[in-house]
């Protein structure tokens, strides 16, 4: 479609720059990760389950709908994990499929009527969804309530000839299940029906003018994100092989979308850049300053104002002024040769 | 018990002295939004701010009629302070934009506090002339809690007057209703919007203070309450006075009954509320007429 509009002089697609940022990440992180300390390793494990988070909150962003709860998909993945491994002793792959389902269930049943709304609505709703969620284990005497619940384990993969118990190999299957997460993502966005979530997100009232059925659409987002995002959850269960409610509260909501604000909503590369930005800068800062939330609600609100698209946003805004710069310039050109 | 009519009697009290403090938070919430489509989620910062404020004056041995006079005030200058420094830049932006810098707002402002004033929470403590229980069509019901009930009765009336009888009320509610043609008309929108942000800061302000004695005031109060709030204009529809009435009582009683009910789930209850009000209504209640039609 662009190739035809815009003539043959074309910088890359959105998607080619999309691909190759990612590509890059991808191997800048593999070679620091096979570099780094044991310690940075535990980091790296948390910087690409909240990548796989961010993917699931962004993907859900392509159908124009901004969740403000979605750790309550992520807790709910993390304590039906745990509550499959744990308390019905059941075989940890199961209690990973358990928590997918789960996921999706809680997407398709709560979506029922949370996509009937959109924007700020939409934000206030699935907000006080997940708190409804985090509460429910804050008191559960189930899941021991607030203390939360140890003993998680990690998922056994001795019949693939590695274990998870070693920090570094964890660390690495985080980032290559992020890996492949975001390129099913990448692929499924490049299909038909991600083709529909945009024009959704571009217009809703006119997809549904022209006849397709926005609010099972947006409900079958919802549910792929729920689903993901359980998925993420449940990995973090493992990771530190603990449950706690803080794995539903509003902060890892609020902080899964700042990760994907910073780094460009509806980029999908660019929640994994944000996130990992979010995990180390976390990191640093709380281990060097004494008040460091004080540091990090600054820092979100420079980045609020002085770059409101995010990191990958900026950079396919510039690429998009640059294509619109060559297109003007090859426009009279054309319209020469018509006359 | 529910049925011992003075026990039912003294939770019908409290739920309504609950909804007068949502009330308080919800309206200058939803006019905010209603007005600029600005999702100002600091709006309990101020109201925490405000709390810690008149504890601050309290200590220096004012009373509380001191603090519900000066602390709002002090708090919606600080509150306006940041609005016209951070929050005025990001009017018209993305809502997502608003969320990541108000949220910023919460966690530097929540930090500041905890550095004044320690981790701990703190106390107010009720005026003297409201300490002890009042008789009540033959029962004894706290003077203090029937005071907020009061004062937010007071206040109701008062946005009513407001918005319904005067021309800024006029301007406002053409404003939510249609802001571009309202503009065309030569009304200063931004003024408007101004004025509106300042009184909702405001009465933010002073139900910090009027909830201090009860709830007590420590760092997180903010988000505990801003959910509550925002669940109250899912309810009630954005930028309606009608709606943030109707919303705040229902979420006050569903708050308080579900408490006694159903203990183990009582935000199970107002969540269940309001899963009712999105599947009948999705746009709440009663929402100002252009929210309506979404």
């Known amino acids: ?339 | 018990m529910i049925t011992d009519p003075q026990f039912l009697a003294e939770q019908i009290l409290n739920s309504l002295q609950f909804a007068m403090l949502l009330f308080l938070l919800a309206i200058g919430l939803s006019v905010i939004f209603g007005l600029m489509d600005y999702l100002n989620l600091a709006h309990g910062t101020v109201y925490m701010t405000s709390a810690y404020l008149a504890y601050s004056i309290a200590q220096i041995g004012g009373s509380f009629w001191l603090s519900l006079i000066f602390a709002p005030i002090a708090a919606t200058a600080l509150g306006m302070t940041v609005y016209f420094l951070l929050l005025k830049r990001a009017e018209g932006a993305d809502h997502l934009v608003q969320v990541l810098l108000t949220v910023g707002i919460i966690y530097a402002g929540t930090d500041i506090l905890r550095l004044i004033y320690g981790d701990l929470p703190k106390g107010l403590s009720q005026p003297d002339i409201l300490k002890g229980p009042v008789t009540l069509f033959g029962f004894a019901y706290p003077a203090y809690r029937l005071f907020i009930i009061g004062l937010g009765l007071a206040i109701m009336v008062a946005l009513y007057f407001l918005l319904e009888r005067t021309k800024l009320g006029a301007l406002v509610r053409a404003g939510v209703d249609d802001r571009e043609t309202t503009e065309t008309m030569g009304v200063n929108i931004g003024a408007v919007f101004t004025l509106v942000f300042t009184i909702g800061t405001y009465l933010a302000g002073v139900a910090g203070v009027v909830a201090a004695p009860i709830f007590g005031v420590y760092p997180g109060m903010d988000v505990s309450i801003i959910i509550l709030v925002l669940i109250v204009i899912v309810v009630g529809g954005l930028g309606s006075l009608k709606g943030a009435i109707l919303g705040s009582l229902l979420i006050g009683f569903a708050d308080t009954f579900g408490k006694i009910l159903l203990p183990q789930l009582a935000m199970v209850i107002i969540y269940a509320v309001m899963a009712i009000v999105l599947v009948a209504r999705p746009t709440g209640l009663l929402p100002a007429r252009r929210f309506a039609g979404r």
């Not at chain 1, 804050?138 to 920090?167: C, I, Q, Y």
């Not at chain 1, 944000?274 to 008040?291: A, D, I, M, P, Q």
């Open chain 1, 1 to 339: 479609m662009s190739s035809a509009s815009t003539g043959n002089r074309k910088i890359i697609s959105a998607t080619q720059l999309r691909l190759i940022i990612g590509f890059c990440f991808a191997l800048a992180a593999l070679v620091a990760q096979t570099f780094s300390g044991a310690f940075v390793q535990e980091l790296v494990a948390d910087a690409a389950i909240l990548s796989i988070f961010a993917l699931s909150l962004d993907f859900l962003a392509r159908s124009g709908l901004v969740s403000f709860g979605h750790a309550g998909f992520f807790g709910l993945g993390a304590y039906a994990f745990g509550g499959a491994a744990v308390l019905l002793e059941l075989p940890a792959w199961s209690g990973m499929l358990l928590a997918i389902a789960g996921g999706v269930i809680a997407g398709i049943l709560v979506g029922s009527f949370v996509v009937r709304t959109s924007g700020a609505f939409f934000i206030m709703v699935t907000l006080a969804m997940a708190e409804m969620f985090y509460s429910f284990v804050f008191r559960s005497p189930l899941f021991n309530g607030a203390d939360g619940m140890g003993g998680v384990p990690r998922l056994d993969t001795t019949m693939f000839g590695f274990t998870l118990e070693d920090p570094s190999t964890f660390a690495l299957a985080m980032m290559v299940l992020c890996f492949v997460i975001w390129l099913v993502l990448e692929l499924v966005s490049a299909s038909p029906f991600g083709r529909v979530l945009d024009a959704i997100r571009q217009n809703d009232g006119r997809v549904a003018a022209l006849g397709g059925r926005v609010f099972y659409y947006r409900l079958a987002a919802f549910a792929a994100s729920g689903g993901i995002g359980a998925l993420a959850g449940a990995l973090k269960a493992q990771h530190t092989n603990f449950l706690s409610p803080d794995l539903a509260s509003w902060f890892l909501s609020g902080d899964v979308l700042i990760a994907v604000v910073i780094g460009g909503i509806g980029t999908l590369i660019g929640g994994i850049i944000g996130s990992t930005l979010l995990v180390f800068l976390k990191e640093v800062l709380s281990s060097h300053v004494g008040h460091w939330y004080f540091m990090l609600g600054a820092i979100f609100v420079a980045v609020a104002l002085l770059l409101p698209k995010g990191i990958v946003g900026t950079v396919l805004a510039i690429r998009e002024r640059k294509q619109a710069d060559l297109d003007a310039a090859a426009r009279p050109a054309d319209e020469d040769e018509r006359t």
